[in-house]
């Protein structure tokens, strides 16, 4: 049986060391898992072609959208997210979609204590799926950290159709109130200066959790600067185990062993 990660760049995924962590864990001797570089314009060429062999896919950016395409039927969740990170190949070669995200996230915070409340920094793909793990999580007041206005309009009418209150805040004044449970969904190259903001609030951040959903080149500036002010960090390393483990479950019918597979995370990083 065969899986694999598509996506553009994709050399950097630690997709492959997770899921072949986790299928000899499990004893799946017979499963193997690729890597392959796909533009959002290739999908559909690109799957059309992987023979029955083929039983799941993860996908990373760009495809999350361009999946919606070359999927048959699309789980709710993936639908209100926007994305689709997971294709599973059904009895009859078709491909369901999935979000896996939305469990990772929420199973990398579900134990962070919070008071209702919450900031959610960007309003990109990723942070459509966040909106949805903080409102499974509870949490009934969101202000939504962006620079793009009607982006992030979309983040707030998401959030306020599953019950919560959401307003948009110029991401820049972020840090002016503070609030327990922090997610950013920023792409690292937005990471400076949105810790800066941090450093000129001047504020205490203890009691802070802040959960940053990039994993490479750790800790980020941002979570650096949120770190130095008090606040407990999560890496997105704990987001992605936990979204390739039901990945894994999807594909195989079996639960991804997080414990091997945070512990094949950790080798592949380090130096």
Known sequence: ??????????????????????????????????????AAAELAQVVAGLDVSWRGLSLTMPLKEAAFDVATTVTRIARDAGAINTLVRRDDGQWDGHNTDVVGLVRAVENVEHDGRATLLGSGATSRSAALALAELGVRDVAVAARNAEAAAEVVALLSRHGVEAAHVPLERWADERRRLVISTLAPAASAATGNAVDESGSTFAGVTLLDVVYADWPTPLARSARA???????????????????????????????????????????
């Open 1 to 38: 049986m065969r899986a694999g990660v598509l996506g553009s760049p994709v050399s950097h995924s630690l997709s492959p060391a997770l899921h072949t962590a986790a299928y000899a864990a499990l004893g799946l001797s017979d499963w193997t898992y690729d890597r392959r570089e796909v």
């Open 229 to 271: 002010a008090g606040a407990d960090v999560i890496s997105g390393l704990d987001m992605l185990v936990y979204q390739a483990a039901a990945q894994i479950e999807l594909f195989t019918g079996r639960p991804g062993p997080v414990d091997v597979m945070f512990a094949a995370a950790h080798a592949a990083m380090a130096p």
